[in-house]
């Protein structure tokens, strides 16, 4: 599983877009399951450890670096979702001028990884890593064996809502 950290540019930039953050917050988290973010249709793979996701809706690129930090004498993969290049800005900044900065490395030098970016990570990696998560635990049996009269599972197939009566 990947790990993700937002830098702090990145979040001033969603900030701004309230529809924005919810949507490409989402498409980051389906591609956090992954190994590696190599061999994925919707990311370009660039020099020094740079990726570019790919968003069709909203219609945005968000730069991704890909940096190993140490903490207690572990590397730990770490990948900092950088900033994003959205929708009014995307033909004349990205086509035109900041995809062959990409390609040159010339953004890595110009732009490099904020110091304090790097410490809050450390600082949020080292105060969830104690957390574990806990998964929900299955009701009592006396609740579901109505289940197996109609030969469901729990695994998320049976669903419930308000609208129930009014579906029918």
């Known amino acids: 599983m990947l ?3 937002y830098c702090k540019k990145f979040e001033e ?3 701004k877009k309230e ?3 919810d949507k490409v917050t ?3 988290n389906e591609i956090s399951n992954r190994k590696d973010l190599k061999n994925i249709g919707n990311v370009n793979v660039f020099a020094g450890g740079i990726y570019i996701l790919k968003i069709s809706n909203p219609k945005a690129r968000v730069i991704i670096e890909e940096k190993d930090i140490t903490i207690k004498e572990k590397d730990i993969k770490v990948f900092f979702i950088r900033d994003i290049i959205s929708n009014h800005k995307f033909d004349n ?4 001028y900041l995809y062959k900065k990409l390609q040159n490395r010339e953004w890595l030098n110009s732009n490099p990884l904020l110091e304090e970016d790097i410490n809050n990570f450390k600082k949020s990696y080292k105060e969830n890593k104690g957390k574990k998560k806990i998964n929900p635990k299955f009701p009592p049996k006396d609740l579901t064996n109505w289940l197996n009269d109609f030969k469901l599972e729990l695994n998320n197939e049976v669903f419930e809502t308000k609208d129930w009566g009014r579906i029918l």
């Not at 900044?93 to 035109?96: A, E, L, R, S, V």
């Open 3 to 5: 790990i993700f950290y």
């Open 13 to 15: 930039e969603i900030s």
């Open 19 to 21: 529809d924005y953050g």
């Open 26 to 28: 989402k498409k980051i």
């Open 93 to 96: 900044i990205y086509g035109k």
